[in-house]
């Protein structure tokens, strides 16, 4: 377990400054709402009951204009409609998608918090200079489709797992760690918060956490626990796992860093030269220890 590890300096630095480039960072509780409600309870692996710690939803508000107003914030919304849920069905990928695909890469490389990731990539020698050839790697690792179920087609990617969530054999939830996603499957009725995940009474979430552990329900399976960036916009959490992504070959790396004031882990597991998953555990935050 990560508690008790030293956060890795390095990565704690370039993330920190990733994170006070992030100008598309939603404010809470003026950009959205969120309502934590209970504390949710201990859920058995493979088990599809929860009881229900949360009666309302997560998002109280979000200010939907503003974040369709960001380009890429919009683009981004646009992906998330392009995939089919269950692994082990092929993914189609029309050439309107694959052209979303690049929109998405073309308007987070347009920021500086995806600059700075490239310009820390090149200088440890792990991406080309040249943008057009870093654009092709990041389509790989995020966009490039992969077997995830054996036998199947190529039915996942890393964007899909990461962002859109999919389910395994129509039992298990994977991935699904997006908050912009998480807010939109709840006004359509599909996710169902049950509550945030805390070890004891003393390390109670604040609604203006950017990072928090959750446990919900999704078309009726359910995610014990979760670990989501709130408010973040896309291009940091790219940023942020393409970083730990390239700096590792293992296939599952987990480091611990420090960006604000969030004690994390970082987990990113590889598939071939794609992200297989990558999600971000809160082991203590404003000096709570969890």
Same mark, same amino acid.
């Given at each position: 377990?990560?508690?008790?590890?030293?956060?890795?300096?390095?990565?704690?630095?370039?993330?920190?400054?990733?994170?006070?480039?992030?100008?598309?960072?939603?404010?809470?509780?003026?950009?959205?709402?969120?309502? =934590?409600?209970?504390?949710?309870?201990?859920?058995?692996?493979?088990?599809?009951?929860?009881?229900?710690?949360?009666?309302?939803?997560?998002?109280?508000?979000?200010?939907?204009?503003?974040?369709?107003?960001?380009?890429?914030?919009?683009?981004?919304?646009?992906? =998330?409609?392009?995939?089919?849920?269950?692994?082990?069905?092929?993914?189609?990928?029309?050439?309107?998608?694959?052209?979303?695909?690049?929109?998405?890469?073309?308007?987070?490389?347009?920021?500086?918090?995806?600059?700075?990731?490239?310009?820390?990539?090149?200088?440890?020698?792990?991406?080309?200079?040249?943008?057009?050839?870093?654009?092709?790697?990041?389509?790989?690792?995020?966009?490039?489709?992969?077997?995830?179920?054996?036998?199947?087609?190529?039915?996942?990617?890393?964007?899909?797992?990461?962002?859109?969530?999919?389910?395994?054999?129509?039992?298990?939830?994977?991935?699904?760690?997006?908050?912009?996603?998480?807010?939109?499957?709840?006004?359509?009725?599909?996710?169902?918060?049950?509550?945030?995940?805390?070890?004891?009474?003393?390390?109670?979430?604040?609604?203006?956490?950017?990072?928090?552990?959750?446990?919900?329900?999704?078309?009726?399976?359910?995610?014990?626990?979760?670990?989501?960036?709130?408010?973040?916009?896309?291009?940091?959490?790219?940023?942020?796992?393409?970083?730990?992504?390239?700096?590792?070959?293992?296939?599952?790396?987990?480091?611990?860093?420090?960006?604000?004031?969030?004690?994390?882990?970082?987990?990113?597991?590889?598939?071939?030269?794609?992200?297989?998953?990558?999600?971000?555990? =809160?082991?203590?935050?404003?000096?709570?220890?969890?």
């Amino acid at each position: 377990m990560a508690r008790g590890r030293q956060a890795d300096q390095e990565l704690t630095e370039v993330l920190n400054q990733i994170w006070r480039l992030d100008t598309n960072r939603l404010r809470p509780g003026t950009d959205y709402i969120i309502s =934590l409600q209970g504390r949710a309870g201990y859920v058995a692996q493979g088990s599809n009951y929860a009881r229900d710690r949360a009666r309302a939803p997560l998002f109280t508000y979000v200010n939907e204009d503003k974040l369709k107003g960001i380009e890429t914030y919009a683009h981004f919304i646009n992906l =998330l409609d392009n995939y089919e849920m269950s692994t082990g069905v092929s993914e189609t990928v029309t050439s309107q998608e694959r052209l979303e695909n690049k929109l998405f890469i073309d308007s987070i490389m347009e920021t500086e918090v995806m600059k700075t990731a490239h310009k820390y990539l090149v200088n440890k020698g792990q991406s080309p200079s040249d943008t057009a050839q870093f654009k092709r790697q990041l389509y790989d690792i995020w966009f490039r489709l992969y077997h995830r179920e054996r036998g199947g087609g190529e039915d996942s990617c890393g964007f899909e797992h990461v962002f859109v969530g999919e389910t395994k054999y129509g039992q298990e939830i994977m991935g699904l760690h997006n908050w912009v996603q998480f807010y939109l499957q709840e006004k359509h009725d599909h996710v169902d918060y049950k509550g945030y995940k805390a070890r004891d009474n003393k390390d109670t979430p604040d609604e203006d956490d950017h990072v928090l552990n959750l446990q919900f329900s999704w078309k009726g399976l359910v995610k014990p626990v979760g670990g989501s960036f709130i408010g973040v916009s896309p291009e940091f959490e790219v940023a942020l796992f393409t970083i730990i992504f390239l700096m590792s070959t293992e296939k599952m790396t987990s480091v611990v860093v420090k960006v604000d004031e969030y004690v994390l882990e970082l987990v990113v597991y590889r598939h071939g030269r794609s992200i297989g998953t990558s999600f971000p555990k =809160l082991l203590s935050s404003n000096n709570r220890d969890l």
